[in-house]
C-alpha cells in the first residue's frame, strides 16, 4: 500500500510541476531573473503551495499516525551549520544556472531531451558522493569512538 501511495502522491506533484511550469526551466530562469524579465508567475505557484502544506502540517499535527502509513515524518527546526550553507548555495546556484531542481527535473525527463539527462545524472552522481561521504564520516567518527572506548576515558 506505500508504494501505491507513494506513486499516486509522486504522480500528483509531478504533474502540479508539470502543469504549474516548474518543468520549465526557460520559466523558471525568468522567475529567478529578477533584474531583468522578471516572470513572477511561479510567485503564486510558491505560495500557493506554501498554503496547501501549511494545511496538510496543521492537519497531520492533530493526528496520532498517517492515513497510509506507520509514522508521521514532520521535519524539526534544525541547525543552520556549514554543510547546510554549502548545500543551499550549491543547490541555488544549479537551480539558477540549468534553471531545474530535482522533482522538475525528474518529471520533464520523458520530454527534456539530452541536457535534462545530463542534469538528472549529474544530480544522481552528487548525491551518490554525498552519501559515500557521509558513510566514510560515519565511520570515521564510529573509530574515533571506538578507540577512545578502548583507551578509556581520560585517553590513556
Do not use: E, W
Given at each position: 500500500m506505500n508504494l501505491v501511495t507513494?506513486?499516486?502522491?509522486?504522480?500528483?506533484?509531478?504533474?502540479?510541476?508539470?502543469?504549474s511550469?516548474?518543468?520549465?526551466?526557460?520559466?523558471?530562469?525568468?522567475?529567478l531573473d529578477v533584474a531583468g524579465t522578471w516572470d513572477p508567475s511561479l510567485l503564486f505557484v510558491m505560495l500557493g503551495a506554501i498554503l496547501v502544506a501549511a494545511v496538510a502540517f496543521r492537519f497531520a499535527?492533530?493526528?496520532?499516525?498517517?492515513?497510509?502509513?506507520?509514522?508521521?515524518?514532520?521535519?524539526?527546526?534544525?541547525?543552520?551549520?556549514?554543510?547546510l550553507v554549502l548545500g543551499s548555495v550549491t543547490f541555488g546556484i544549479g537551480w539558477g544556472l540549468?534553471?531545474?531542481?530535482?522533482?522538475?527535473?525528474?518529471?520533464?525527463l520523458a520530454v527534456g531531451g539530452r541536457s535534462t539527462l545530463l542534469f538528472v545524472a549529474a544530480m544522481v552522481a552528487g548525491m551518490a558522493i554525498f552519501e559515500v561521504a557521509e558513510r566514510i564520516r560515519a565511520g570515521n567518527e564510529a573509530n574515533r569512538g571506538g578507540t577512545r572506548a578502548a583507551a578509556g576515558p581520560s585517553g590513556e
Open positions: 507513494a506513486f499516486l502522491a509522486g504522480l500528483l506533484f509531478g504533474g502540479g510541476l508539470i502543469l511550469g516548474m518543468s520549465n526551466p526557460a520559466k523558471v530562469l525568468a522567475f499535527r492533530t493526528r496520532v499516525r498517517p492515513l497510509f502509513g506507520s509514522q508521521i515524518h514532520v521535519p524539526g527546526a534544525g541547525r543552520i551549520d556549514t554543510p540549468v534553471g531545474y531542481c530535482p522533482g522538475p527535473a525528474l518529471t520533464a
